[in-house]
């Protein structure tokens, strides 16, 4: 289906930020796509178990490597369950508010349980591919699950700063050895008063690239794409541009909140990285 209506082509324009950015192929998919935000405020309204279970069947049904559908998530509603999350996760109070905390798990500990039922070795998973196959899963499980919830009217945000400290994480959830929460997502239906919109992305020339990689070409747009941002940040009470942003991000081990020790972590969880 094939839609060119003013309203499509205004949403496609707000998601770079650029008013003569149109679409001219879409469909209702990926209009609701456009429209995604992060949301931060929620509503004090309960996730229904019938929307938890609809939403877990669509992470179900992403694509999966080689079928081993290596990850898991553990739902959490609890609110005191919520604070010791939040205490572990950099203190985001909107963990605590939201009536659903998803911790989404790469849970390579499913395999080992099958290999040690049937006698059967596991060595493969000492590799880093192995690692990354079950964060993969995982991440593709829960892009799917938050298109999802998304259609249903709730929101969410992705919470990274679970693996700021990922054996206590692991301890509080009662996490079987080899396997690792890769990250949160707070749900809940957003509140209307949150100020907040959607945040234009990078350009297209900067992240499509034809035939081979031309960083020359993929840069240009980047002066242009910063001056969005500072606007849309100045807009909702925020600073800084993207590439502030970027480069404070990574500017070392410090800037990593407890990350710089992963791989020491990972591998105390029964996943290393050989």
């Known amino acids: 289906m094939t839609l060119t209506d003013s309203t499509t082509l205004d949403r496609a324009g707000v998601r770079y930020g650029d008013p003569d950015f149109a679409l001219e192929a879409t469909s209702p998919v990926i209009e609701h796509q456009l429209r995604h935000r992060s949301v931060r405020a929620f509503l004090p309204t309960p996730v229904t178990e019938e929307e938890l279970r609809a939403v877990v069947a669509a992470a179900s049904s992403a694509s999966t490597s080689s079928n081993l559908q290596a990850w898991s998530v553990v739902a959490v509603t609890d609110p005191e369950r919520k604070r010791r999350l939040s205490d572990l996760a950099a203190r985001q109070e909107f963990i605590v508010e939201a009536p659903l905390f998803l911790v989404w798990v790469a849970d390579l500990d499913r395999g080992h349980r099958l290999a040690q039922r049937?006698?059967?070795?596991?060595?493969?998973?000492?590799?880093?591919?192995?690692?990354?196959?079950?964060?993969?899963?995982?991440?593709?499980?829960?892009?799917?699950?938050?298109?999802?919830?998304?259609?249903?009217?709730?929101?969410?945000?992705?919470?990274?700063?679970?693996?700021?400290?990922?054996?206590?994480?692991?301890?509080?959830?009662?996490?079987?050895?080899?396997?690792?929460?890769?990250?949160?997502?707070?749900?809940?239906?957003?509140?209307?008063?949150?100020?907040?919109?959607?945040?234009?992305?990078?350009?297209?020339?900067?992240?499509l690239h034809r035939e081979t990689y031309d960083a020359g070409k993929a840069d240009a747009g980047l002066p242009a794409y910063d001056e969005r941002l500072a606007a849309y940040h100045r807009a909702h009470g925020l600073t800084g541009a993207w590439t502030e942003r970027v480069l404070a991000r990574l500017a070392g081990a410090a800037a990593l909140g407890g990350r710089d020790r992963l791989r020491d972590a990972l591998e105390r969880r029964g996943l290393p990285s050989r």
């Open 118 to 207: 049937n006698g059967e070795p596991l060595d493969a998973t000492a590799y880093l591919e192995s690692t990354l196959l079950g964060v993969i899963d995982t991440a593709l499980a829960a892009q799917n699950a938050v298109v999802a919830l998304e259609s249903l009217g709730l929101g969410s945000v992705f919470v990274g700063a679970v693996r700021n400290r990922p054996e206590e994480f692991a301890g509080e959830l009662g996490l079987p050895p080899h396997s690792v929460a890769v990250f949160g997502l707070a749900v809940g239906h957003p509140d209307p008063a949150e100020d907040a919109g959607v945040k234009p992305r990078l350009p297209q020339t900067a992240v």
